[in-house]
């Protein structure tokens, strides 16, 4: 049986839009001698979407971003009328065929975990995103209000 080539139908092709995440201040201890350790404000988040015009879906599994010690997907859920955050489980996010993967406030989004210093309005960042088809995929985001 002969092979044909993969369409473009059946493979995932995604764009990554409208990626940022709002300015953080990281607070560095005076003591010299708690180098690395941050007092507040060392946690930041991206929201961004995943368009895929291809035929198939795929599955954001992980973020990497060197700005912080720590990255993951997370989700936010309502539990006993308080707002909460917890992590994506293993499998990841799924980007459906010819749809879009929306990482909002208030839903799904990259938390930034021990960000080693702040961010600042007009920074632009770099992120990976590793995908169960399509492999790594390195953006950049803005920082804004």
Same mark, same amino acid.
């Given at each position: 049986? !002969?092979?044909?080539? *993969? %369409?473009?139908? $059946?493979? !995932?092709?995604? +764009?990554?839009?409208? +990626?940022?995440?709002?300015?953080?201040? #990281?607070?560095? !201890?005076?003591? %010299?001698? =708690?180098? @690395?350790?941050? &007092?507040? /404000?060392?946690?930041?988040?991206?929201?961004?979407?995943?368009?895929?015009? @291809? /035929?198939? =879906?795929?599955?954001?599994?992980? =973020?990497?971003? /060197? &700005?912080?010690?720590?990255? $993951?997907?997370?989700?936010?859920?309502?539990?006993?009328?308080?707002?909460?955050?917890?992590? &994506?489980? +293993?499998? @990841?996010?799924e980007v459906p065929p010819r749809g879009v993967l929306r990482? =909002? !406030?208030?839903?799904?989004? *990259?938390?930034?975990?021990?960000?080693?210093?702040?961010?600042?309005v007009g920074d632009s960042i770099e992120v990976q995103l590793?995908?169960?088809?399509? /492999?790594?995929?390195?953006?950049?985001?803005? #920082?804004? $209000?």
């Amino acid at each position: 049986i !002969p092979c044909s080539p *993969i %369409s473009e139908f $059946e493979t !995932p092709l995604l +764009a990554i839009t409208e +990626a940022w995440s709002r300015p953080v201040r #990281v607070e560095m !201890p005076a003591d %010299s001698s =708690a180098h @690395g350790k941050h &007092v507040s /404000g060392s946690t930041g988040v991206v929201y961004l979407n995943i368009e895929n015009s @291809g /035929g198939i =879906a795929d599955r954001l599994l992980r =973020a990497h971003a /060197g &700005v912080c010690e720590v990255t $993951e997907l997370h989700q936010t859920i309502m539990q006993e009328d308080r707002m909460m955050m917890q992590p &994506v489980s +293993a499998e @990841g996010l799924e980007v459906p065929p010819r749809g879009v993967l929306r990482l =909002a !406030p208030r839903g799904h989004h *990259i938390m930034l975990i021990a960000l080693k210093h702040s961010l600042n309005v007009g920074d632009s960042i770099e992120v990976q995103l590793d995908f169960a088809k399509s /492999g790594m995929k390195t953006f950049y985001f803005k #920082v804004r $209000e």
